[in-house]
């Protein structure tokens, strides 16, 4: 089979890895994206949702994604938390919303909701119209091998790729982190997440909603027209079993529960769950090897963060490789990685840990934990600056992000 030269090569075409692609073509870089999807086939049904928040989605309009979705998404305008655990004096609550955001643009938002196929339908069409990039699809890697001043790739089908750098955007369960010898760390939170879409009986206004309750979060969150993906934690085996039940059911056990906090709802479409798992990586960076997204980390879903994360992945390695390449010197080399590790590693980190903190301290009815949650709450809706500063984190709309992140 034929070799195939190019200066990067990213394996995975999902929305971490296409987008990165489209920022390292735009760029003038030559790459090549290895797609396991069969672009002959039907999709599989995929009623993921995403939260975009205002960082991400100044990325995805650098890119030239953003137009392609444009009326197709639904602006999110709050993200509210309600402590559904026993108090003394009622559920504490915090309510950021648009005007939380200190660095914000005109017009811009705390986000966007985009349904998963929307955003990839975007994604490769803007792939298919980039002439930088090489398509190989459908296209598995399987092994690597570092050589001087590049990488060799080698696909299932024989064919083998030859870069400076190899980029792994192929998921948690990551064959190139797991070819660059990439240990990870993590816990099984032995629960699940149902997830479905609802019709709402009342108005979202664009909030997201999240309600901690003793066994694990339920939250909603916007979609357009008067409708929400709800995700509801529970223990492991609860939500499988839910999802198989008949959709009249789950509504009567949904609104049983939760119709007091998101009003009277309908299933409007397939109804799934997924487990609920922590891991990170131990580091992002191997020889002449970089890893970003689900490859990098999983992380607990609360707060949508997850290909945020991804998205801050994409801006940061896309830095690193751009500077290094305007100061003359090696895109695969150690001071190129090194400056994308050194950016994330610590960040993305802190983010995994912290929702998993959230999520041990808010899941319990714990005596000792209720006054420390209620006055968090109290704290981050009182007072101005906490107020701000988090809605900054969760925006990705500070100042000091990569350029891709800024307006």
């Known amino acids: 089979m034929a070799n195939i030269d190019t200066e990067i090569a990213i394996i995975g075409a999902g929305p971490a890895g296409s987008s990165l692609a489209l920022a390292l073509a735009q ?28 960082g991400s989605w100044r990325l995805l309009t650098a890119i030239g994604a953003a137009q392609r979705i444009e009326g197709e998404t639904q602006p999110l305008h709050g993200l509210e938390a309600v402590d559904g655990g026993t108090h003394w004096f009622g559920a504490p609550s915090i309510l950021f919303g648009d005007e939380d955001l200190v660095h914000r643009g005109e017009d811009e938002t705390l986000g966007q909701m985009v349904q998963a196929p929307i955003l990839q339908d975007a994604l490769d069409k803007a792939i298919a119209d980039e002439p930088r990039i090489t398509l190989l699809a459908p296209a598995l890697f399987k092994n690597c091998k570092p050589a001087p001043g590049s990488i060799d ?15 792994g955007a192929d998921g948690m369960k990551s064959p190139v982190r797991h070819a660059a010898g990439i240990e990870v760390q993590g816990r099984d939170y032995g629960k699940s997440v149902f997830a479905a879409n609802v019709t709402l009986s009342r108005p979202h206004d664009g909030i997201a909603r999240q309600l901690f309750t003793p066994e694990g979060p339920f939250a ?21 079993a839910l999802a198989r039940l008949p959709k009249e059911e789950v509504e009567a056990e949904l609104n049983h529960r939760f119709a007091h906090f998101a009003g009277t709802m309908t299933i409007d479409g397939p109804m799934g769950s997924y487990p609920l798992i922590l891991q990170i990586a131990e580091h992002l960076v191997g020889e002449r090897i970089a890893i970003v997204g689900d490859a990098a980390r999983r992380l607990n879903p609360l707060a949508g963060q997850g290909l945020n994360q991804g998205f801050r992945d994409i801006a940061a390695l896309h830095q690193a490789i751009v500077e290094t390449d305007r100061a003359g010197l090696d895109i695969g080399g150690a001071q190129a990685l090194g400056a994308y590790e050194s950016s994330r590693r610590f960040g993305a980190s802190t983010a995994a840990l912290g929702m998993d903190a959230i999520d041990r301290l808010f899941s319990n009815d714990n005596t000792f934990a209720k006054p420390l949650r209620g006055l968090s709450l109290l704290a981050a809706n009182t007072i101005a600056p ?11 709309s500070s100042p000091d992000l990569p350029p891709l992140m800024q307006p």
Do not use: C, Q
Request: hydrophobic share 45%.
């Open 27 to 54: 760029a003038g870089f030559k790459v090549a994206l290895v797609d396991a999807r069969d672009p002959a086939a039907t999709p599989p049904t995929d009623t993921r949702n995403y939260a975009i928040v205002t």
């Open 220 to 240: 909603t969150l916007p979609l357009p027209g008067n409708r929400a993906n709800l995700a509801w934690y529970m223990k492991r085996g609860a939500p499988e």
């Open 386 to 396: 906490v107020r701000h500063k988090l809605a900054s984190l969760a925006s990705a």
């Open 153 to 167: 790739v080698e696909l299932e089908d024989g064919r083998t790729l030859s870069a400076r750098l190899l980029i």
